[in-house]
């Protein structure tokens, strides 16, 4: 039926598992793919700009650390971006796909600013402070257990659901931002409580955004705990693993997915918290501003791990920062820096393969004798 | 010395010095194989003997590290199915290679390409003829997932024919048939070597090797031992060179001391997700101090069986499960409609190895201690995890079982399918259960590995404990268990006492050839 | 009733965007790979025809409609097809995880059709002003004397060839996967890779060709998104990516059938623009009826999940790496 003629070839690579790797080799592997990023993202640069592409990267550093308030806002971005990610990691943790960081972000900030548009003149403001947390909490809570209880529930694809219920977010806010409309006809709320900056973050040790780091160092370590040294953490990495282990000893598997998700959620909606009070001291649909997804890739590259998290975070943020420094500087688009992100994404990602295999190029072949 | 492999007329297929590696695991060692024309040649080997691999670099799946293939006397490279289709041969995997959500004939035709469009007039046609010529029976239009064992199988040889295969690998083809449909398949593959069709039956039953095949060759962890013809040998040297040295079952066997009702089940019901009745009226008592067999061909029951008793199964109304701990009746309690949380928070000493280690009874992805930790993670009002203790249990078992294991921090799924069980089985055994039930113990290990198994079940027993052990191996069920009890399509065909049963009888059981007695 | 014909018309319009993106995927995660980039491709597939016709348009004194068309179509299948490529490269051969590489393509691709998007917009003078006039008006060319038919003209007949051009593909792919053996075994990779290639199939060359293919399907609607839909401007605010997304949901909403996603498509079209429809409602209020294709999708996403038939699931093995020496 099937006569052909057979290629005594092998093919070009062969591809095995590879046994067990250790750290520093790992660790090897992926600094060199984000060295071989940045030879690439030079040479990008090189093609677009015709600038000695060491000077280009000089100039992001000075973009990200340059003076004292850039570095600054490049740690206020950290620490954002890091407060997503940990939010996300008992969620990933558990393989439950929350990529709603974005909407839970949202629903946060939309919780702080209305706290600080209606409580102005009700309360004090270090009282308004606490209760602003605890309501971006609960926002944020809410809109992480709604696809986690479906998914406990019903086993409803939570990867859309959480998708969608960003979108849900977002029109959320729209509505609240012509709601809340400032000055009228702008289509923005404007910086909220300009002049007494009710509801602001209070400057700690003369640092406008010492509070989030506090907020966020702290986080970083409960979260760390929470997910290797808890019950709960144990329960999440059971469930994460194997469903049916979890069954098998006694774990209530919807329990630890709501459960989880809500905590997810409520750590998101913090995030909402810091970006509305200790950031921007707006509400906009761009407030999350596309994080919940790189985050994402934050997360999972630090294999949720709380401490890794802070090293990726932080090359992100002095990724976007130095690239929106060269946009500035050379004129170009703002969004040279989502390029240059996703290159360095990609190589990071991929170098995750030659952790995984062993690559081996085809072997001579001994000529035929046999014929 | 070696005959130039050209020179050979007789030999469609020879594997010279065959080496494959999975990580550090050598499968394979320098392995020399003939197969010949119009032959039904038996591999034989226990599990992990590296039987499989070696035919799977036949068949495409995988591709040897070093070493040679010649077909009819030509060098080649297998480099993937397609290649090992064009050369004739064709295997049939032990886990069938079939498309669930499509038909038969469309699962004929896949990869093939011989139309454009899907021809299945012209498909089933041909499925008749060779269905006809060989004495097979197929629905070319049954969906895949609507099919039992059996079709799936036929199904699958079909295929692997109408490809034009002339060289069939079948992988423990009989593992899942029962001895009638093992009869109907010998037919069907005596009739195609009749045909010149040459056959290798991969098994690990003598009995099926002396029966079928003309020639057998032996591996034993993965180095080639030799090859003999059926007529000059029989079972006792076949074990001899299966595993190295003579074996006789001799498993220890203590009498039950003072047993007394421990697990009374009465008319016990399971339905699967889709409503199929999985277990159906079963009633039976496991005594303190006995070790309870459950025997069955695999599928009819017997894992529903322990995992409902575990509480992971919805019971169908009127089932009751009570369980009296040490054969106190006063401490009874009723299992039915317990979930597992329920189950251990009630206290109840219950230990329960399930069949899949990996997927259910341990986190491949864990070290050992959190493994040890998985059943007792919960206990104290902490919030935190308790490492402290699992640490030493794991140490302690590690030390007791013999354990191979680079250290405590690696997760489990780098070590060896023994090592793993004795983790699983170490720490059911140390919760000093009043129950423990084993879903197939053994599958998988080596002998002496199997022996430290039937050792800590015994040592159980001697302590008081209702041990229930589901088995596919007879020889073993026998020796071991004091009684038996016979699962047949999710009811109970018969209970038998382990010390006088003959093995025929309980094969009878199994196929439901006797009146139930339940 | 001439509400009603142009909510109908705009729905059409919406959902032709998203039709392309959903038949593009719906083809890719038949062969097992879930694709999360699309709303990536279809920005690489905007801007690189916006980038080709542009050029064209410029330095050509009277544009050639046909000329500008298939320039378009070029530029767009090229570009969607190698964002494919990276993407299967990633995921197929480097074993990436696929909702991480489809999220990290986003980024990019969103990065660099804003980023030429912006330079373009420099170079034309301005937010919304590059026009492409030529090849926005060739892809908006109706059927001559559709009005004379009355409102059945208007409601079917009022658009470009494109409209029609992804309902056809709908149905052609529908027919490719099950009608024809190349079909069937692409069914079979998405189903249990293993099984595919044991028997002979190629299962990386049939993942890689459906996944470039379908992205340059979904490519596609980013181009009909860029040249009829904005009517050939380039506007950075990011809806593409929303429609983008949208189109991945319908894959779920049509249940992986192509026909299907067509009246979904539409339907998400109509539920989109509906608020515009709506009289009396405030700008605030308007926004909360934009969630309306959302909320559906969602209620769509619970329903699919409560009633569990089987031939409503997804491939059984969409998003599962394939490593044939697994164990």
């Not at chain 2, 889709?274 to 101090?289: H, I, P, Q």
């Not at chain 3, 494919?84 to 909702?99: A, K, P, V, Y």
Request: aromatic content about 10%; hydrophobic content about 45%; overall charge positive.
């Amino acid at each position: 039926m099937m006569k052909q003629k057979h290629r005594k070839k092998e093919p070009l690579f062969r591809i095995s598992k590879n046994g067990f790797v250790p750290l520093y080799k790992a660790w090897a592997i992926r600094i060199g793919a984000l060295l071989l990023a940045l030879v690439v993202c030079a040479f990008i640069i090189y093609s677009i700009t015709k600038l000695n592409p060491l000077k280009v990267y000089g100039t992001m550093f000075q973009g990200a650390f340059g003076t004292n308030k850039r570095m600054w806002v490049t740690i206020r971005d950290t620490m954002m971006l890091l407060c997503i990610g940990l939010g996300l990691a008992p969620a990933f943790k558990m393989r439950f796909w929350n990529i709603g960081a974005e909407g839970q972000v949202l629903v946060g900030g939309i919780a702080s600013a209305a706290c600080m548009i209606y409580l102005r003149g009700k309360m004090s403001a270090t009282a308004v402070l606490p209760i602003m947390f605890v309501c971006s909490m609960l926002a944020g809570a809410i809109w992480g257990f709604i696809p986690g209880y479906f998914k406990a529930k019903y086993g409803t694809n939570e990867t859309l659901f959480t998708l969608m219920m960003n979108y849900i977010a977002i029109q959320l806010t729209s509505y609240f931002v012509a709601l809340w409309e400032n000055p009228y006809g702008s289509n923005t709320v404007g910086i909220i409580n300009s002049r007494d900056k009710f509801g602001w973050f209070p400057p700690i040790f003369g640092q406008m955004y010492g509070l989030n780091v506090i907020i966020v160092l702290v986080l970083v370590v409960l979260i760390y705990v929470y997910l290797n040294y808890t019950k709960q953490g144990f329960e999440i990495s059971v469930v994460g693993d194997s469903e049916n282990t979890a069954r098998y000893c006694g774990i209530d598997v919807k329990r630890v997915i709501i459960r989880t998700m809500i905590i997810s959620g409520a750590i998101c909606g913090i995030a909402g918290f810091l970006a509305v009070a200790g950031a921007g001291h707006t509400i906009s649909v761009s407030t999350a501003g596309g994080r919940g997804f790189t985050t994402i890739i934050v997360a999972w590259m630090a294999k949720f791990n709380s401490f890794v998290m802070v090293l990726f975070s932080s090359l992100l943020v002095f990724l976007e920062k130095g690239a929106m420094e060269i946009a500035s500087r050379y004129q170009l688009s703002d969004y040279v820096s989502n390029m240059i992100i996703g290159i360095i994404l990609f190589f990071i990602l991929g170098s995750e393969f030659f952790i995984n295999f062993k690559v081996r190029l085809r072997q001579r072949f001994t000529k035929d004798k046999s014929q | 010395m070696r005959k130039e492999p050209y020179l050979e007329q007789n030999v469609a297929i020879r594997m010279v010095d065959i080496t494959k590696r999975f990580a550090d695991v050598v499968a394979n060692n320098k392995i020399n194989l003939e197969i010949r024309f119009g032959e039904i040649l038996a591999l034989l080997g226990e599990n992990g003997s590296g039987k499989t691999t070696l035919m799977n670099m036949l068949s495409g799946i995988y591709m040897q590290d070093s070493g040679a293939i010649y077909v009819k006397g030509e060098r080649i490279t297998i480099k993937d199915p397609h290649d090992a289709y064009s050369l004739h041969i064709g295997m049939i995997h032990q886990h069938f290679k079939l498309v669930e959500v499509l038909t038969a004939a469309e699962n004929i035709i896949l990869g093939l390409n011989e139309t454009r469009l899907i021809d299945l007039k012209n498909v089933r046609e041909q499925v008749k003829k060779i269905c006809d010529r060989y004495g097979f029976v197929v629905d070319p239009d049954k969906k895949v997932y609507d099919m039992s064992v059996s079709e799936k199988q036929t199904l699958e040889i079909v295929k692997v024919l109408y490809r034009g295969a002339d060289i069939l690998i079948l992988d423990e083809p009989t593992a899942v048939l029962t001895p009638q449909e093992t009869d109907k398949l010998f037919v069907v593959m005596r009739n195609m070597k009749a045909d010149g069709k040459s056959i290798v039956i991969i098994t690990h039953k003598l009995h099926e090797v002396m029966e079928i095949s003309d020639r057998v060759a032996v591996l034993r962890k993965g180095e080639y031992i030799g090859d003999v013809l059926t007529s000059q040998t029989d079972p006792q040297k076949l074990t001899d060179m299966m595993v190295g040295r003579s074996v006789t079952l001799n498993i220890d066997r203590p009498e039950p001391v003072n047993p007394k009702e421990s697990l009374v089940v009465k008319n016990l019901g399971v339905k699967d997700i889709n409503g199929v009745k999985k277990l159906e009226n079963v009633s039976f008592t496991a005594y303190t101090g006995e070790i309870l067999g459950i025997a069955g061909i695999s599928g009819c029951g017997q894992k529903e069986l322990l995992e409902a008793i575990a509480g992971l199964h919805k019971l169908e109304p009127g089932s009751s499960i009570m369980f009296y701990p040490r054969g106190n009746k006063e401490e009874g309690e009723d299992l039915a409609g317990q979930s597992p949380i329920d189950i251990k928070h009630k206290g109840v000493h219950l230990a329960f190895v399930p069949e899949d280690r990996l997927g259910m009874g341990l986190v491949g992805n864990m070290n050992i201690p959190d493994n040890i930790m998985l059943k007792c993670y919960d206990q104290g009002k902490s919030p935190f995890t308790n490492k402290k203790k699992p640490r030493q249990q794991a140490i302690e078992i590690i030390h007791d079982l013999e354990i191979v294991t680079p250290g405590l921090r690696t997760p489990i799924r780098r070590l060896s399918g023994g090592n793993v069980q004795k983790i699983l089985v170490g720490r059911e055994i140390s919760s000093d259960p009043y129950l423990l039930m084993t879903a197939y113990a053994v599958r998988g290990l080596d002998i002496n590995t199997s022996y430290t198994i039937y050792r800590l079940l015994n040592e159980q027993k001697k302590k008081g404990t209702a041990v229930i052990y589901v088995g596919e191996d007879l020889d073993v069920l026998l020796e071991l268990c004091d009684r038996i009890l016979v699962l047949c399509s999710g009811r109970v065909s018969g209970i038998v006492d382990g010390r006088t049963a003959k093995k025929e009888e309980v094969g009878l059981l199994m196929t439901h050839f006797k009146e139930e007695t339940a | 009733m001439n509400q009603f014909i142009s909510l109908f018309q705009a729905s059409i319009v919406f959902g032709t965007v998203i039709l392309f993106g959903a038949v593009g995927e719906i083809l890719t995660e038949k062969s097992g790979n879930l694709n999360l980039g699309v709303p990536g491709i279809m920005y690489l597939g905007s801007i690189a025809s916006l980038i080709g016709v542009f050029y064209y348009e410029r330095y050509v004194e009277n544009p050639i409609p046909i000329v500008c068309i298939l320039i378009a179509l070029v530029c767009a299948i090229i570009a969607s097809m190698l964002g494919g490529l990276l993407f299967s490269f990633m995921t197929i051969t480097l074993r990436c995880n696929q909702n991480v590489m489809g999220l990290a393509f986003n980024i990019f691709a969103g990065g660099f059709a804003n980023f030429y998007g912006g330079s373009l917009n420099k170079l034309a003078g301005g937010v919304g002003q590059i026009n492409v006039l030529a090849t926005s008006a060739a892809f908006r060319t109706k059927i001559p004397s559709y009005q004379s038919l009355g409102p059945f003209g208007h409601l079917f007949l009022s658009y470009g060839f494109l409209v029609y051009l992804a309902i056809f593909l709908a149905f052609a792919i529908s027919w490719f996967l099950t009608r024809t053996t190349v079909g069937l075994n692409l069914r079979s990779v998405g189903e249990n890779p293993a099984t595919a290639d044991a028997a002979g199939i190629n299962v990386t060359k049939y993942k890689y060709v459906s996944t470039c293919v379908g992205a340059a399907i979904s490519g596609l609607g980013g181009l009909y998104y860029v040249m009829d839909y904005m009517k050939g401007t380039w506007d950075s605010d990011g809806s593409i990516e929303g429609l983008g997304w949208l189109a991945v949901a319908l894959v779920i909403f049509a249940s992986w059938k192509a026909p299907r996603a067509i009246w979904g498509s539409y339907l998400f079209g109509m539920l989109s623009w509906a608020y515009f429809y709506i009289p009396e409602l405030t700008r605030s209020s308007q926004e909360i009826f934009k969630m309306l294709p959302y909320i559906v999708t969602v209620l769509v996403l619970i329903v699919v999940a409560y009633q569990h038939k089987p031939d409503n699931q997804p491939p059984n093995a969409l998003g599962l790496p394939y490593f044939r020496e697994d164990r």
